[in-house]
């Protein structure tokens, strides 16, 4: 978690940086350079805020249940009987040879308890979570594409922006414009002015 931490800052960095330079050279000469500061300054707490949430989430397994401290949520408790099965899919990343394993612990009606992310979970952290509660841990095998996982009888248990890759990627597109318009709109007035 730690890694994803800093990764998460440095591409924040990669990102913001070079935004916020074009526009202070855009409005050096308008005097709206403090503007662009207060905006870089605002943004960068935004994102200390959110990064403070990660660095505090976490998953705690004991003899009572789950604790789970999840990005943007309070701790969530689930009672150790309600969980009947855990179920491990291996998922090939995209366009890469890796396998990454999704970690499901389910009820007896196969609805996610709790899901870890082989993509910010370390193998042995998923491998001590599934053996520990005394309950049927299943592997499938071979491992699945996220397509076919998506088509799957499991695709029940993925988050609702993972069953709909399309939906969620048009979302994202529309939320963008729509923030980024209104931001170009102010920033062509104050260098026209």
Do not use: K
């Amino acid at each position: 978690m730690r890694d994803l931490w800093l990764e998460g800052w440095l591409s924040f960095a990669a990102m913001s940086l070079p935004a916020f330079a074009a526009l202070y050279i855009v409005t050096a000469s308008t005097g709206w350079w403090p503007a662009v500061l207060i905006a870089q300054i605002a943004a960068t707490g935004v994102f200390a805020a959110v990064a403070g949430r990660l660095r505090g989430a976490g998953v705690v397994l004991d003899a009572d249940g789950i604790y789970e401290r999840a990005y943007l949520r309070s701790t969530v408790f689930t009672p150790r009987q309600l969980v009947a099965e855990v179920l491990v899919i291996p998922v090939h990343r995209t366009l890469l040879d890796e396998v990454t394993h999704q970690l499901f612990m389910v009820d007896a009606a196969g609805r996610t308890l709790l899901r870890m992310r082989g993509q910010l979970w370390h193998r042995r952290d998923l491998y001590a979570a599934a053996h520990h509660f005394d309950v049927p841990v299943r592997v499938l095998e071979p491992a699945l594409t996220w397509a076919q996982l998506r088509r799957s009888p499991y695709r029940r248990n993925l988050e609702r922006f993972e069953r709909h890759p399309l939906i969620t990627a048009t979302s994202l597109a529309v939320l963008t414009v729509a923030v980024i318009t209104p931001v170009l709109a102010v920033v062509t007035d104050w260098v026209s002015s």
